[in-house]
């Protein structure tokens, strides 16, 4: 039976709001490319007119004001957005995080993570209340609920019993514009950053665990002076710059501040070469839904150090050395060994590239198109 699947990306402008928005934009990519007798449209705000539905897609720009607050973004998504998806007679709407919970069709989330449940101290007030709101509600109104992990899968049982029936776990993969570029020779040279240095990627949001990081750095740099540090990454909302602001300080407090570089937003051909020439990367997150840095980093064979926490060990696989993500210590520890030891960074590069065998974005689409065929059939 061929369906109507609607894709609800009202909430997103290119680019912007992290993983949760490549997972969709690659996710649709790959959609594309895949024989299905289903037609899709895709329901965006008008920044995102153009640039989420592949050529031959139906899209569908929903009147949301430029500049719009959240307020405005929810109306339209709860109020209007069920309206127009009527009336474009859509069997099936897949949406991230959030649905229009008194839509008439089938409905498909994906819920990412759980972090409004289980950090809400990490979340600016008004997305917490958003989502407490929200999020259980579009656990009920789901036919079929996607997420990223086991992990994840594990917590929204753990948090609404209720939805443990409907839960599929899916998968990310690196970004496919990321995955294409070849590191540039002189990428470093432009950025002015020397070698030896150990990277991290990601945003300045509080659970990302920065603050150990640095920590972990300083008692590495007493030993291996000819070591700095880049720190990948922009701050926009109002708590990131605020820490952003504090790990300022903390550099200058413990006197590493000319051997930790923050570069701000890079480009993503810049990103690969930093990939590419790091000695180790770091992901030292107190919590991730997925933690797609990781896959990024074992795509350009860097090999990895990264938290134990939450999801991180089951995407990174063989290919990463474990750590405490609460232990300095352990971490200063982990992060000298790989540098020093030619053998182990050949062994996890090695057992980096084979876990990305295990993460593709066809997979996802095909999970996607299965939980719409089967969340209508549930109807």
């Known amino acids: 039976m061929a369906l109507t699947i609607g894709i609800n990306t009202l909430p997103y402008t290119p680019g912007g709001q992290g993983g949760a928005e490549v997972w969709l934009a690659n996710v649709l990519q790959a ?8 037609r899709f449209v895709v329901f965006c705000n008008p920044s995102g007119a153009g640039r989420y539905a592949p050529p031959g897609w139906g899209e569908v720009v929903v009147p949301v004001p430029v500049g719009a607050g959240r307020i405005a973004r929810v109306i339209a998504e709860q109020a209007l957005l069920p309206l127009v998806v009527a009336r474009r007679g859509v069997d099936c709407l897949f949406s991230n995080y959030v649905a229009p919970v008194l839509a008439s ?11 409004f449940r289980v950090h809400p101290e990490y979340i600016e007030w008004a997305k917490l209340v958003y989502w407490r709101a929200l999020i259980p509600r579009t656990a009920r ?38 995955a294409s570029i ?23 949001a509080r659970h990302k665990n920065m603050p150990r990081l640095i920590d972990a750095f300083g008692r590495l740099a ?16 109002p708590d990131s710059i605020a820490h952003m602001a504090r790990l300022r300080e903390q550099t200058r ?31 030292p997150s107190l919590f991730e839904g997925f933690g797609l840095p990781v896959l990024e980093a074992q795509h350009f064979g860097c090999p990895v150090v990264c938290s134990s926490a939450a999801s991180l060990p089951e995407v990174a696989g063989d290919g990463a050395r474990l750590v405490d993500p609460r232990d300095s210590a352990a971490l200063a520890s982990a992060i000298e060994q790989v540098i020093a030891d030619d053998a182990e960074r050949k062994r996890l590069v090695d057992l980096g590239r084979a876990n990305l065998t295990r993460w593709t974005w066809e997979a996802a689409a095909r999970d996607v198109v299965a939980a719409c065929e089967d969340a209508v059939t549930r109807a």
Do not use: W
Not at 31 to 38: D, G, I, K, M, S
Not at 155 to 172: D, G, L, N
Not at 222 to 237: F, K
Not at 263 to 283: C, N, P
């Open 222 to 237: 007493t030993r291996r002076p000819d070591v700095s540090l880049v720190l990948i990454g922009s701050a926009s909302r």
């Open 253 to 283: 407090a413990t006197g590493l501040a000319e051997r930790i570089r923050f570069t701000g937003f890079v480009s993503e051909t810049d990103l690969a070469g930093l990939y590419g020439g790091a000695s180790v990367f770091v992901l």
């Open 105 to 115: 069709c089938a409905q498909v989330v994906n819920i990412h993570d759980m972090l």
């Open 141 to 178: 109104a789901a036919r079929v609920i996607l997420t990223d992990s086991r992990h994840s899968a594990r917590q929204i049982a753990r948090f609404m019993p209720h939805a443990a029936r409907k839960i599929r776990v899916t998968t990310a993969a690196v970004k496919r514009s990321l």
């Open 182 to 204: 070849t590191p540039a020779a002189d990428a470093l040279q432009r950025l002015g950053v020397r070698t030896p240095y150990v990277l991290s990627a990601g945003s300045f």
């Open 31 to 38: 959609l594309a490319e895949q024989p299905t007798p289903h």
